[in-house]
Every structure is written in C-alpha cells, then in structure tokens.
C-alpha cells in the first residue's frame, strides 16, 4: 500500500513539472500561492490508501489456479485462439455476466498491445512473498506444516529428474523407446555439443541391435 502511494504520488510530482499533466478545471480553482498542488500531493501522504480486494473465500483452491495463470502461464490460452486471417484475431472469452463464452475480433495491433500489457517488467517479481514456501525457509517450515496437518512429508525433499519429467513431459526417461526396459543412468554430461549426442545415439543403436 505504502509502495504503490509513493510510487503514483511521484508519478504526479514528475509530470506535472514537466507540464505532462492535465489538472481538472474543479481541481486547479482550489490552488494558490499558499496551497499549490505539490502541497496537495503532500496531503496525500497522510491518507492510507486501501486497496480493493474481494471479500474473503473458502474457495482457495479457484483463488490459486486463476493466479497461477499470471505467474506461470501466458494471459490467455492458446485453446482461447479461434482464428487469425493475418489482420484480425479471433478468440473466445468468458463474460461473466451471463456466464457464456463469446468470440471476438480484434486488429493484430489491437491484440498485441492487449497482450503486451500483461507482461511484467525485467526484475518485477510476480511473488514477493510466499511464507513457508520460500526457498530459504521451506527446509525448516514446510515439515511443520505437515505436522500441523496430519500429513506425511512426502514431498519435502525436492523431487528428482526423472520425477519432474514424468510429470510434465508423460514419459519416463529411464525406459527404453526401443524395447521398453529399464535403463540405469551411471553418467552425465554438460556443455556437449551435437556431434557428441550423435555419437552417443549411435552406439546405443548398436547395442540394441546385439
């Protein structure tokens, strides 16, 4: 709150000095030499600035998949796309207010500027604060919490290779795509280049032949 005060009332100060701002008739008949609008942007600093936040919910879990949206997927799904004729877009949307999807038709430019607005500046954190999630804290807090909850900790540790690529790609990559048996890995490398990879995909295609 006290960021977001500071940060809009210096936006003020810098444009109306470089005489970027256009002040309401109402508002400039109440400035004088005594009561300038530097000093009006000062009074501002005495209010609190409440932000406008829904009403609390127990839907937790509809809270944390509309937010995880903005933090690891793009605005809008690629499913929502209907068409693109190489001047205008097409999408579906959902309106809230009668609860039923409808399409729309925007200009490319139109759509681009829509899209670019939901795209966060270099170094602006999406999360600031996460509590017992927190890299540097999740060791120590997050078997309490399973604690507190009667559960197991099962994911505490971080979860490995294989684990997080059967999650997200399908596919185990200890099992053969040739015969389907297990595979053991007994050797990493890092930095190698293509010829490398070949070279190690053929001797695996030998062997399978044997």
């Not at 000093?39 to 609390?56: G, N, V």
């Not at 795509?177 to 890092?190: D, E, F, H, V």
């Not at 990879?197 to 030998?206: C, K, N, Q």
């Amino acid at each position: 709150m006290r960021m977001w005060r500071y940060a809009t009332i210096k936006l003020f100060r810098k444009c109306y000095q470089n005489k970027q701002l256009v002040i309401p008739p109402p508002l400039q008949k109440m400035f004088n030499p005594a009561y300038t609008f530097n000093t009006f942007l000062d009074t501002l600093y005495q209010k609190d600035w409440i932000i406008d936040c829904q009403k609390p919910t127990n839907h937790y879990q509809k809270i944390i998949q509309y937010l995880g949206r903005y933090f690891k997927r793009p605005p809008i799904a690629e499913s929502k796309l209907r068409h693109y004729d190489g001047q205008e877009v097409t999408l579906a949307y959902l309106d809230h207010v009668s609860n039923t999807y409808k399409k729309l038709r925007l200009p490319a430019e139109d759509f681009i500027r829509r899209f670019i607005q939901h795209i966060p500046d270099i170094g602006f954190r999406m999360v600031r604060y996460y509590g017992f999630l927190a890299n540097r804290l999740r060791k120590k807090l997050l078997p309490i919490v399973y604690q507190i909850l009667n559960q197991k900790c099962s994911t505490c540790s971080p979860p490995s290779w294989v684990a997080l690529i059967k999650k997200y790609f399908g596919f185990n990559p200890l099992t053969c795509i040739l015969c389907g048996s297990p595979m053991t890995r007994y050797q990493s490398y890092y930095g190698a280049n293509i010829n490398v990879i070949l070279s190690y995909h053929r001797e695996l295609a030998l062997h399978s032949k044997i």
